[in-house]
């Protein structure tokens, strides 16, 4: 009796478990069925075949990286729009073959990880044209123009703008330089060929982004002494230094800069790739060197798109920065990481706390060790240029130049490149210091 009724529970506990996974299976079909019915439908019917497209046009309102409400025009690709979830009462078997609206090489490249988003409308953004003649930015839509526009087939522009996770051959050569105050810089060489590539982008596009009117480093026209003018003769300067600013510009930053310039996403995505690395430990397996990333792709000090996509990055920051400078009676400029503010003591003082919130809302932050606030009693600084009272070298600097000078110039030697070099540095940021120095050596 007791085995009876043992065998009785066994069956029952069966049934429920297995109506219990009925009633999951009706919901779940259900749910796909709501999901289905609200999104965006597909019609597959009139595809050609494989490799064959239909998309259709829509215009949606984005945000994020975007100004609020801003419309733009996407192209949703039919063959990637959801598909409706199978009819559980009509049912084949064995079942059919799932028919391909996708090559091979556009699977490859559109589910990779340099294209791979979960952003449904990012990824059918179409190209702004509009919007991208009016920064004055070339016209691409898609990477057959990128492409193009390089000097490239498709096939090499893919070859440099693919993320792998197990690299065989690198494309950057990596190595470590000394830095003045202590540790080291990692610095990306990008070899030969890459190296012309991204020379060819920096000339087409990095330099015709857009950048703010107070970022002195890396722009043509403006220098060292062009940073340092504004500060001369104020009765505080005060400088911060961005922590890490190269490493902060990511992949993600990078893609999402030219998103909002008007690029569509196949577009942005592959020049993203382009233009950053990630940093790579070597691996050795199955008998092969593996280069395998430890980190996520960001702007490497060594690319020659790295400096131009900089100042782009930090446009907005400027432009706030500038803002409350000019509220508070103040100069500021940026060369490169380096932000200097200079006017009155008691205004200057308020950046103390005010500059570091704004770095960090702008998704940056501030080296706190590097932080200096220098007053009219002592030495005021600014990359390496005296401003207390003119712009020029230290006294200090200029000692060891003259004494130079005249050393050379006492052997009977002509003065070597490496001289001419200093004079001609000097010479731009003060024209009598280097006239002066240069007589007194000779004297």
């Known amino acids: 009796m007791s085995d009876v009724r043992f065998l009785l529970a066994l069956c029952l506990s069966f049934l429920l478990v297995f109506g219990i996974r009925a009633i999951l299976r009706t919901m779940r079909r259900r749910l796909a069925a709501r999901r289905w019915a609200k999104a965006p439908q597909r019609d597959v019917s009139g595809l050609a075949g494989a490799g064959a497209a239909d998309f259709k046009r829509e215009v949606i309102s984005t945000g994020g990286a975007w100004k609020q409400h801003l419309r733009r025009l ?15 009462n009509n049912r084949v078997w064995p079942r059919r073959p799932k028919p391909k609206y996708l090559t091979e090489a556009e699977a490859d490249r559109l589910f990779s990880p340099s294209l791979r988003t979960r952003n ?18 070339p016209l691409w839509k898609t990477e057959a123009d990128v492409a193009a526009a390089l000097g490239l087939t498709l096939g090499q522009l893919h070859h440099f703008s693919q993320h792998r996770h197990r690299e065989t051959v690198p494309h950057y050569i990596a190595f470590a330089i000394p830095k003045r105050s202590g540790g080291e810089r990692v610095i990306h060489a990008p070899k030969r060929r890459l190296k012309a590539v991204l020379r060819k982008l920096d000339q087409v596009l990095v330099s015709k982004l857009p950048k703010s009117e107070h970022a002195h480093g890396f722009v043509r026209g403006r220098s060292i002494a062009t940073h340092a003018r504004p500060h001369v003769g104020q009765e505080m300067v005060l400088r911060f230094d961005i922590k890490d600013c190269f490493p902060s510009i990511h992949f993600g930053r990078v ?21 950053t690395e990630a940093p790579r430990q070597p691996v050795r397996a199955e008998n092969k060197l593996y280069h395998v990333p430890t980190g996520p792709r960001v702007c490497v000090q060594g690319a020659p798109t790295s400096p131009g996509l900089c100042n782009a ?28 503010f200079s006017g009155p003591a008691a205004s200057v003082q308020k950046m103390l706390g005010r500059v570091p919130a704004i770095v960090a809302a702008e998704g940056f932050a501030i080296n706190h060790e590097k932080t ?71 004297n």
């Open 74 to 88: 996407v192209l949703r690709d039919n063959r990637l729009l959801p598909k409706q979830p199978p009819d559980s």
């Open 255 to 275: 893609r999402g800069l030219l998103l909002a310039l008007g690029y569509s996403y196949p577009v942005a995505a592959s020049l993203a790739v382009l233009m």
């Open 372 to 442: 200096r606030l220098m007053r009219r009693s002592g030495r005021q600084a600014v990359t390496g240029v005296i401003v207390n009272k003119d712009m020029g070298l230290s006294r200090q600097d200029r000692r060891k130049l003259r004494a130079a000078l005249h050393q050379q110039q006492s052997q009977g030697a002509g003065i070597d490149l490496r001289l001419l070099g200093k004079l001609a540095y000097l010479h731009m940021l003060n024209p009598k210091q280097a006239v002066a120095l240069r007589q007194g050596a000779s």
């Open 120 to 137: 449904r409308d990012v990824m059918d953004l179409a190209a702004d044209e509009a919007q991208l003649r009016r920064y004055g930015l």
């Open 313 to 340: 990055v930090l446009l907005r920051l400027d432009r706030r920065l500038a803002g409350l400078a000019k509220k508070n009676g103040l100069a500021y400029t940026r060369y490169a990481d380096d932000l200097t």
